[in-house]
């Protein structure tokens, strides 16, 4: 099932290439509209900033797991 698999290569990302900085894209958007966080401290839960508004929040990194659709490169690494 290609949505299984999908859900499986989630989380070899997430052990293996989530890095404080890195932008995510989960299933809900926050309620301010805004669809991107910004990792700010990783764990055993992950602390997400919402760009948006700023909010903070913290997600046990198996249930990050489980919402997150999507990891952007992180803003200015070029720089
Ligand atoms: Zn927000």
Redesign the pocket.
Known sequence: MAYASNLSAMHRLLHTTLKLGDRVRLRKP???G?QEWEVVRLGTDVKLK?V??G?LVVIPRSKLTGSLREILPPEGRSE
């Open positions: 926050h309620p301010c805004a919402c948006g508004c909010h």
